[in-house]
């Protein structure tokens, strides 16, 4: 189905007056707009002041006559002096923000021709920054010496390399994105700045796969969903925010989950479900722990993802999902696939676009920032203002630099919220730092006890970067190895379980695999 056309344009108080006995010789821009037979509109959002409201209503009576299937909507907005530039971009921003646009059903247009040279430069600007999801349209009159209504027109997209004076005037309404991106924190590592402006610049000019990697605790999940909030208040989609931890679908549920099911499709489907997909359409599925997958739900997610569409389990009748994915691992997706356990052909289609978070540890010079957030945080879940005195900030900072943060931002919200629960008058002081800070001390210390065996093989930087999860079991499976005289043997002894159910065929390969998954061999662990 074609889309219709929607045209945004200013009443030119000038330009488009009709003068009785000339209204239908002269040229008009708003007029000749409808006039323009290769250029079909569906509806025209006419702007106009309290001043010109008249003006517009006969504008919207003439358009009738011309173009009696053009719908002519009126807005009047408020700013007085249509040359002040902060009272007219204001006004135009707050109507842009909330206009019910559809992208996908309408094709919309911002007519730059009428209005005051302000006025325009606020249009352009807005529809740059995509504000107005839409194309520029110019009309220009006919020849000297010809009076004739139609004219002609021309419809442009924005090449904003060409107008850098006017770019810089708006630096700081650009920055909105990132700001919203970076939870309002002004962060101060270059590195984490640019990484956000580059997912800013992404979110806003594609509709492909994201990916978001890094560590536990980094702050996937809540990146993924501001870059949902930054494209829904551009106009990108209007669907939406469905998100689901892939670590939590297993067998016939899994696939049910994803991809909806009918009545009776498997054991325990009482019921119809629509699944995740279909209700994430028009908007964005985040799928976290995206490594977790099975590799049936990764080949069905694979074709969902090209073709917008799919089977429900049970049913021989595709449905359609037009959704935006995100995807969040903490993973080394390629050695997944060397290992077998992840699609090569859907990593290849996610990695279009791929973001590595840095935790904590690595951006020292955010721990403040982060710390300031996580109090007001903290003061709007107490309801009651939560501080540090001086020297309490000062030890928690010096002794947080040099912190190594495994759970990354999870950590530090955990320690502030404690502190803050606890502070006296929500003050904390000293006293409360060095407690915390002891308290998180033990807590890694003990993680690093358990496995200092992992730290050993891999090396302190590597350990740090794996779950806790994996930390234990590994160092497990690297005790078990140390004491064994052959992979045979000690595939025997971790899979013994496995070989009594029958369900072991060699253990050996299956350790060896396990052990590649980080870059391990037996004889690099063996005793």
């Not at 009696?68 to 007085?80: A, C, D, I, M, W």
């Not at 549920?253 to 279909?278: P, W, Y």
């Not at 309490?392 to 759970?407: C, K, S, T, V």
Request: with cysteine; proline share 4%.
């Amino acid at each position: 189905m074609a889309k219709r056309t929607v045209v945004f344009g200013l009443v030119g108080s000038t330009l488009d007056a009709g003068r009785a006995g000339k209204r239908w010789k002269r040229w008009r821009p708003t007029i000749a707009l409808a006039m323009q037979p290769e250029l079909p509109i569906h509806r025209l959002e006419l702007i106009h002041q309290a001043h010109s409201a008249k003006l517009a209503e006969g504008l919207a009576e003439d358009l009738g006559e011309v173009s009696p299937s053009t719908e002519v909507r009126l807005h009047e907005v408020p700013f007085g002096d249509a040359w002040d530039l902060e009272e007219v971009y204001a006004a135009l921003h707050e109507l842009a923000r909330s206009y019910p646009f559809d992208t996908r059903r309408e094709d919309y247009l911002v007519h730059i021709t009428t209005g005051t040279h302000v006025a325009q430069i606020c249009l352009f600007l807005l529809t740059e920054a995509r504000y107005f999801p839409a194309r520029l349209l110019q009309t220009s009159p006919p020849p000297r010496g010809r009076e004739e209504p139609r004219g002609t027109y021309r419809i442009f997209d924005l090449d904003l390399s060409r107008y850098d004076a006017l770019a810089r005037r708006f630096r700081e309404e650009l920055l909105e994105g990132q700001d919203l991106l970076k939870h309002g924190i002004a962060t101060r590592s270059p590195t984490f700045n640019a990484l956000i402006e580059r997912i800013e610049r992404v979110a806003l000019a594609s509709r492909d796969p994201i990916l978001f990697m890094g560590p536990t605790g980094a702050g996937k999940s809540r990146l993924a969903e501001r870059v949902y909030d930054l494209k829904r208040r551009r106009g990108l989609l209007d669907g939406a925010f469905v998100a689901v931890n892939c670590a939590t679908l297993r067998g016939d549920m899994a696939m049910g989950a994803l991809f909806g099911h009918v009545k009776g499709a498997f054991t325990g489907a009482a019921s119809a479900r629509e699944g995740l997909l279909r209700a994430a359409d028009r908007g964005v599925l985040f799928l976290d722990e995206i490594g977790e997958l099975g590799r049936d739900e990764q080949a069905m997610l694979l074709r969902a993802i090209e073709l917008k569409r799919f089977f429900p389990v049970g049913s021989d009748r595709e449905v359609e999902s037009d959704f935006a994915l995100f995807a969040g691992t903490n993973r080394d997706l390629y050695a997944a696939v060397r290992e077998g356990t992840f699609r090569e052909d859907l990593l290849a289609r996610i990695d279009l676009w791929t973001f590595e978070l840095p935790g904590l540890a690595k951006r020292p010079e955010d721990l403040e920032p982060n710390l300031d957030h996580e109090l007001e945080r903290a003061s709007a879940r107490l309801g009651r203002r939560v501080s540090m005195n001086h020297e309490a900030r000062r030890r928690f900072l010096e002794l947080g630099h040099a912190a190594p943060w495994p759970g990354n931002f999870r950590d530090l919200e955990a320690a502030v919220t404690r502190m803050a629960t606890l502070a006296p008058g929500g003050r904390i002081d000293v006293a409360a730092v060095r407690e915390e800070m002891a308290r998180l001390s033990r807590q890694w210390s003990g993680a690093a006890r358990d496995t200092e065996r992992v730290i050993e093989v891999l090396g302190a930087e590597a350990a740090a970067e794996l779950d806790r999860f994996d930390r234990v079991q590994l160092e497990d499976v690297l005790a078990v190895c140390s004491e064994a005289r052959s992979i045979s043997e000690a595939g025997r002894v971790l899979f013994a379980a496995s070989r009594a159910r029958k369900t072991s065929v060699n253990d050996a390969d299956r350790l060896r695999k396990y052990l590649a998954r980080f870059g391990l061999r037996f004889d690099d662990v063996a005793g």
